[in-house]
């Protein structure tokens, strides 16, 4: 079992930054591969970015690329989104997730891949 808490959302204006944080609970959290995800008002789910339990694998959606990273600190169970120049079409709910990631060598792009989920963290970007 893994329980996962985000922090870090808040309101910011066109071009500022946010770091998102998420802190994991739980004995498997070093094996997990760890996604950040975001659902806007009337929209489905989507993928933000994910890493490999290891940290040596990392993907985007290409309308972040560029301007957030993803990162991990196993010794302290938290994975963190640092999200700059942001745009007002990133304003979302922004959710971390867990799967555990030992066995796949492939990184997860879709909710139903996860197990784990937090309660989400409110991002808003002015314009």
């Known amino acids: 079992q893994v329980q996962l808490v985000e922090s870090g959302g808040g309101l910011v204006q066109a071009g500022g930054s946010l770091r998102l944080s998420c802190a994991a609970s739980?004995?498997?959290?070093?094996?997990?591969?760890m996604g950040w995800f975001r659902q806007a008002p009337g929209k489905e789910r989507e993928f933000v970015a994910v890493?490999?339990?290891?940290?040596?694998?990392?993907y985007y959606v290409d309308s972040v690329k560029g301007r957030f990273t993803i990162s991990r600190d196993n010794a302290k169970n938290t994975v963190s989104l640092q999200m700059n120049n942001l745009k007002p079409e990133d304003t979302a709910v922004y959710y971390c997730?867990?799967?555990?990631?030992?066995?796949?060598?492939?990184?997860?792009?879709?909710?139903?891949?996860?197990?784990?989920w937090g309660q989400g963290t409110q991002v808003t970007v002015s314009s």
């Open positions: 739980g004995r498997t959290f070093s094996t997990c591969d």
């Open positions: 890493i490999k339990w290891t940290g040596t694998s990392t």
């Open positions: 997730a867990a799967r555990g990631g030992l066995n796949y060598s492939s990184l997860k792009l879709y909710p139903s891949d996860y197990n784990y």
